[in-house]
């Protein structure tokens, strides 16, 4: 896990923080008076116990409380806005704007909420129509550029470009800028944009671009640089989660896991279940792993099978990888068949590799009951059958059923063992002496099982063909020294 980085759009936006807005609202300058809270406060109770009667929650506020400027107005509105309230926020705005077409701090308002809400076609037109009312409102043409951000990040760039040739000068385009390349997943780009802000910018002046900054750092494997950002602004914002999962991340990559732990605790303690992603869970289990609680690896690593996006193909087989080493068999395999489905779709070669999972599970001195290694043999089996019958020229099917079922008694003869063995011998018939370690492998197995059967003519039969391939064969050589003295 270490060495296989999470360079997608995908792990950005887990990680991402709110918007990277460059400019203040124009509503923001606004100031709400004792007056237009009470009739904010009002509007709300009214508008949550009744949510079909939006208009009368307004008109009703605003009548008791005298409320008629458009400034007191928008003020209300903004109030809504912080509050998430963002139906009467939006009525509000359009009442104004009904009566004052180009007040900017009605169409900041109404496209705020728009782009709170994705609604990014009706956030685009109100920011349009603000810079039409005013060609230097920059808040306007930043906002729009967030709009492309999220559906046209080509476009946003350009647009952006449009506004560095007429503002050379301006740290906040270069920010923006910045921000455009994270959401293009150019973290190239965007780290050495977001160095240049910086120079002129302290981390904590400007929290919300530092917080993106220290996701590409870290998406640039700058873990050292991603932490500095952290430490210097998560005082600042110790709810932010964007921030308390970098730190996690980033101490685990530097290898201090006694403080990667710290932070973990921290990080999982802190937030609802839903919070959590499968990138989250995957770090948690590697951290188990480098501090020796295999128990708790194979919990996490789990629950990020469990929340992992069918999309990430690869990361199942770093997945698969690690749950194996946990213990976590039927997880690990259910891993590595998603990383066929997703990477290479009826590979027999992978069915190999993913049957051979259980082999190794069968090898595990801790897989000691009875049953789970029959369950185990039987799943292992059922892979090894799709392969014999897909390739009916290749000894692999039958070989690997053959030592699985070998597995279940190994000190005595296992018929479905010998079966196999023995159906993998006839395949490699014709084949090189490339081979013949598997021949020789195929052969020990028949003479083992008819010294077990008594049969000691069929037995010599398989010693004389092992020594054939192999003169020096040790068990071949005891157990003909055995059958001497049997005879």
């Known amino acids: 896990m270490k060495k296989n980085k999470v360079l997608s759009l995908a ?45 009368g929650s307004i008109k009703k506020a605003t009548k008791q409380f005298k409320i008629r400027k458009k400034e007191d107005l928008i003020a209300i509105g903004a109030y809504c806005y912080k509050q998430k309230e963002y139906s ?26 728009y782009m709170d809400l994705q609604r990014y076609g009706e956030a685009a037109q109100k920011f349009e129509e603000a810079r039409s009312a005013n060609e230097k409102d920059k808040y306007a043409y930043f906002r729009i550029v967030d709009v492309y951000k999220y559906i046209n990040p080509d476009h946003a760039l350009n647009l952006m470009e449009q506004v560095k040739e ?36 302290n981390f904590t002046d400007d929290a919300d671009a530092a917080t993106e900054y220290a996701i590409v750092r870290f998406l640039n494997k700058d873990y050292k640089g991603s932490l500095d950002v952290v430490n210097a602004i998560i ?15 980033d101490l685990y990559e530097l290898g201090q896991y006694p403080q990667a732990s710290e932070a973990a605790d ?31 690896a194979g919990e996490a690593l789990e629950k990020s099978l469990d929340m992992m996006p069918e999309d990430k193909g690869t990361q199942f087989k770093d997945l698969s990888d690690n749950l194996k080493k946990v213990g976590k068999y039927d997880a690990a395999v259910k891993a590595y068949r998603k990383y066929i489905e997703k990477e290479k779709p009826g590979s027999l070669p992978e069915m190999i590799k993913m049957g051979r999972i259980y082999y190794t599970a069968l090898n595990d001195t801790a897989v000691a009951d009875l049953e789970t290694r029959k369950h185990f043999i039987a799943a292992g089996d059922e892979i090894f059958k799709v392969v014999s019958d897909s390739a009916k020229d290749s000894y692999q099917g039958p070989y690997w059923r053959a030592r699985l079922h070998m597995t279940l008694d ?34 020990r197995y ?16 398989y010693v004389n063909k092992v020594l054939a391939l192999d ?14 003295q049997l005879k």
Do not use: W
């Open 446 to 461: 028949m003479m083992f099982y008819y010294l077990k059967k008594d049969d000691y003519d069929n037995c010599a039969v």
């Open 266 to 296: 921290k990080f999982f303690g802190k937030f609802v279940d839903t919070l959590y992603n499968y990138n989250d869970y995957k770090y948690m289990g590697g951290l188990q792993l480098e501090m020796g609680n295999v128990a708790k």
């Open 11 to 55: 792990i950005a936006a887990v990680m991402a923080c709110g918007a990277n807005t460059a400019y203040a609202q124009a509503y923001e300058k606004l100031t709400l008076t004792p007056e237009a809270e009470q009739a904010a406060k009002a509007m709300i109770e009214n508008f949550r116990s009744n949510p079909d009667d939006l208009i």
């Open 471 to 484: 003169a020096n064969d040790g068990l071949a050589k005891q157990i003909k020294a055995a059958l001497s």
């Open 166 to 201: 007429k503002y050379p000068n301006d740290p906040a385009i270069g920010k923006t800028m910045a921000s455009i390349y994270y959401f293009q997943n150019d973290t190239a780009n965007a780290n050495a944009t977001y160095t240049e802000y910086f120079k002129n910018v």
């Open 88 to 113: 009467p926020a939006i009525s509000l705005a359009q009442q104004v704007y009904e009566d004052y077409y180009d007040y900017l701090p009605s169409l900041h308002l109404e496209g705020d909420c």
């Open 410 to 443: 190994p000190e005595n003869a296992v018929e479905e063992a010998m079966a196999q063995y023995t159906e993998a011998f006839k395949r490699l018939e014709g084949k090189s002496e490339d081979y013949d370690g598997i021949r020789i492998e195929c052969l």
């Open 235 to 249: 005082g600042q914002r110790p709810d932010e989660i964007a921030l308390n999962r970098m730190k996690f991340y």
